[in-house]
């Protein structure tokens, strides 16, 4: 479990290096996303960085969370458990990660297939594993998933 006080952990360190070297590509992308929204709605969880927006839903790309403002702190432990998927996954997470949940959170196909199977969103295997990543690293609840 991480600890989100004024201590810095060696797990923080690791995640901030990790991030920065293995997950260079997506935390480029993420930082500079951040850097467009503005200054505004910003806030840090357990060593990643968060800002709201008024766009609906939230994305992760590295360290770097963007949240919808109407989305509560279940939510943000899920996007923390993608943050941890571009540890695990270096240069390969938006291929792996990104794309799919892109796809399956854009298309109207995905939301007919959602549909007709009455499946969660959380229940494509790239939302599963962060929403227990995000669990497990944070020690908080997310997102049920119904299977």
């Known amino acids: 479990m991480v600890k989100t006080g004024r201590r810095r952990s060696p797990f923080l360190i ?3 290096i990790l991030q920065w ?5 997506q935390n480029v992308i993420g930082l500079l996303v951040w850097l467009i929204l503005g200054r505004e709605g910003k806030e840090s969880f357990c060593g990643a960085s968060v800002r ?3 766009i609906r839903g939230s994305m992760t790309l590295g360290m770097f969370i963007m949240m919808d403002r109407k989305h509560g702190r279940d939510v943000l432990v899920h996007e923390y458990g993608h943050t941890i998927q571009s540890i695990i996954l270096g240069p390969l997470y938006l291929l792996v990660i990104g794309l ?4 399956w959170a ?6 007919r297939y959602r549909q007709k199977k009455h499946r969660s ?9 962060a929403n227990h990543l995000g669990e497990r690293c944070s020690g908080m609840p997310s997102p049920v998933s119904k299977i």
């Open 14 to 16: 690791i995640y901030w």
């Open 21 to 25: 070297t293995w997950g260079i590509i």
């Open 52 to 54: 709201k927006w008024n």
């Open 100 to 103: 799919p949940s892109l796809l």
């Open 106 to 111: 854009g298309l109207k196909s995905s939301e």
């Open 121 to 129: 969103y959380y229940w494509l295997y790239c939302e599963r594993w």
